[in-house]
């Protein structure tokens, strides 16, 4: 699943040479473009202009983004976050279940509902995480969360298996929760995980909610287009 592509042989398919370099800052290191990449030992002066949102970058500022992340063959604008490729994230390894069980979510009475298990032991940290070669913890697993098992419920778990298997749901951090580091999080996607009532806020009901998570899936590049191929 995951490529090994250069930075150069991935970067070709998304950009385009700039000729004439227009004086503003690289929005990656904010030195002047015209005035090169202060990522790179030899003095790389090629600017480079993304495809579809033309935003313009040091290419050794691009590269250096790059390699900083899951190397995956896709590459997301830092400035607009247009995703080029399919973006994947640097989940630790772990398990998703689902199943349904019968009692209803507040707010849904007439369906019921689809549980969500996520469990993901401690293990090492690779090379695509912040500390490789460190071990990370991974607190309150299984994680159980909530769906209605109803059109829009079905249609976000399934979003969520995509996301899951792109390894966008959880990555590895400092959790804002228990200030713990190098600790499994979650990752921008939110899940529900409180069942029949909602004092964490991550509860039922919250009108909200189908539309929040549709729109943090399809920042990620998650979206109903997925599920067409
Ligand atoms: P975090 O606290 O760094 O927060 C990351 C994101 O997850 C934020 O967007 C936040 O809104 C969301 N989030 C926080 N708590 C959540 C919850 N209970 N349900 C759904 N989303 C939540 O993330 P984290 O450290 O991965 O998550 C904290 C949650 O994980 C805790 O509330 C708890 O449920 C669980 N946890 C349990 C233990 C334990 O020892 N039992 C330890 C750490 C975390
Ligand atoms: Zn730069
Ligand atoms: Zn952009």
Redesign the pocket.
């Known amino acids: 699943l995951i490529r090994v592509d250069s930075p150069d042989d991935v970067m070709k398919k998304y950009v385009t040479k700039v000729k004439k370099i227009p004086d503003e800052e690289c929005p990656i290191c904010y030195e002047k473009l015209a005035d090169g990449s202060h990522y790179t030992e030899d003095t790389d002066d090629i600017v480079l202009k993304l495809s579809k949102c033309g935003h313009l970058f040091h290419r050794g500022c691009l590269h250096a983004m790059y390699s900083c992340g899951p190397k995956d063959g896709s590459i997301q604008c830092p400035t607009c976050k247009t995703i080029y490729g399919v973006k994947h994230g640097n989940q630790p390894p772990g398990r998703m279940d689902y199943h349904i069980i019968p009692p209803s979510l507040q707010g849904f009475p007439e369906c019921s509902t689809i549980r969500i298990i996520y469990d993901i032991p401690p293990g090492t940290q690779g090379a695509e995480h912040p500390n490789p070669g460190k071990r990370y913890s991974a607190?309150?697993f299984p994680?159980h969360?909530y769906l209605p098992d109803n059109e829009i419920g079905r249609k976000i778990l399934k979003l969520l298996i995509i996301a899951w298997e792109r390894r966008l749901l959880?990555t590895i951090?400092?959790?804002?929760?228990?200030s713990?580091s190098s600790?499994?999080?979650?990752?921008?996607i939110?899940?529900?995980?409180?069942f029949g009532s909602n004092v964490?806020?991550?509860g039922f009901p919250d009108p909200n909610y189908f539309d929040n998570v549709l729109s943090e899936l399809a920042s990620q590049g998650v979206t109903e287009d997925c599920l067409k191929d």
Do not use: D, L, P, Q
């Open positions: 607190r309150g994680r969360c959880f951090g400092t959790s804002a929760t228990t713990e600790t499994v999080v979650w990752n921008e939110h899940h529900k995980t409180e964490t806020g991550h």
